[in-house]
T-cell receptor, first 116, second 114 residues
C-alpha cells in the first residue's frame, strides 16, 4: 500500500531557531500534500495544502511566513517552522494523495516538535 | 457548531464485545468518509474509506454512512486489546481531500479490557 514517510519523528529546538520537517511519498507520486497540526487530545487541524510546483494554500489563522512549505517534487514536501516559539510545540503530520480518481489519504507518522 | 462532532470518550469495553463508534456532521457537501486509527504519538492509519451512503465491511470492521441523517458509524466485532487506540472519523467533499484536505472529528479513545 501507499507509504508516506516523515522525518524527523521527534525534534527539540531552542526558541528562535528554525526547524525543517520532511514528508516523502515512497511508492507513488503525490500531486497534493497536506500538513496538519495536532495538539494533545485534540483533532488534526489542517494547516496548509501544497501542490507540486506551486505555492501552498494556507488555512485561515496559519501564518505563511512562519510555516514555510515547499513542494519541490512529486515525492517531497517540506515544512519549515521559522523562529520557533514554545507555543509552536505540537505534533505535525503530513498526508499525501494522488490524482487517479478516488484516493484515500495516507499519513506520515508525524513529527513531535518541542520548543524550549 | 463544529463541522464534525465525535464523542472523545474514553470508551471502555470488555474483550470480544462489539464496539460502536459514531460521528455526526453538519456539512451536507461531504461525500467521502473515512475512519482512521491512531496510536499514541503515531500518524493516523486508514481503516475504512467509503463514498456516499451505505455500508462497507472489511474483516472485523464495518463502516456505515447515512447521509440523510449526517451520521456515520464504525463497528468493530470481536474486539481485541490491540484495538485499543484513538479512532478518528474524517470526511471530505472531494476524493483524496482535493483542495480542502480532510475535516476530522476529535477522536474517540477506545480501551478494550482483556
Amino acid at each position: 500500500g501507499a507509504v508516506v514517510s516523515q522525518h524527523p519523528s521527534r525534534v527539540i529546538c531552542k526558541s528562535g531557531t528554525s526547524v525543517k520537517i520532511e514528508c516523502r511519498s515512497l511508492d507513488f507520486q503525490a500531486t497534493t500534500m497536506f500538513w496538519y497540526r495536532q495538539f494533545p487530545k485534540q483533532s488534526l487541524m489542517l494547516m496548509a495544502t501544497s501542490n507540486e510546483g506551486s505555492k501552498a494554500t494556507y488555512e485561515q489563522g496559519v501564518e505563511k511566513d512562519k510555516f514555510l512549505i515547499n513542494h519541490a517534487s512529486l515525492t517531497l514536501s517540506t515544512l519549515t517552522v521559522t523562529s520557533a516559539h514554545p507555543e509552536d510545540s505540537s505534533f505535525y503530520i503530513c498526508s499525501a494523495s494522488w490524482d487517479r480518481g478516488p484516493s484515500p489519504l495516507h499519513f506520515g507518522n508525524g513529527t513531535r516538535l518541542t520548543v524550549t | 457548531q463544529k463541522e464534525v462532532e465525535q464523542d472523545p470518550g474514553p470508551l471502555s469495553v470488555p474483550e470480544g464485545a462489539i464496539v460502536s463508534l459514531n460521528c455526526t456532521y453538519s456539512n451536507s457537501a461531504f461525500q467521502y468518509f473515512m475512519w482512521y486509527r491512531q496510536y499514541s504519538r503515531k500518524g493516523p492509519e486508514l481503516l475504512m474509506y467509503t463514498y456516499s451512503s451505505g455500508n462497507k465491511e472489511d474483516g472485523r470492521f464495518t463502516a456505515q454512512v447515512d447521509k440523510s441523517s449526517k451520521y456515520i458509524s464504525l463497528f468493530i466485532r470481536d474486539s481485541q486489546p490491540s484495538d485499543s487506540a484513538t479512532y478518528l472519523c474524517a470526511m471530505s467533499r472531494y476524493s483524496g481531500g482535493g483542495a480542502d484536505g480532510l475535516t476530522f472529528g476529535k477522536g474517540t479513545h477506545l480501551i478494550i479490557q482483556p
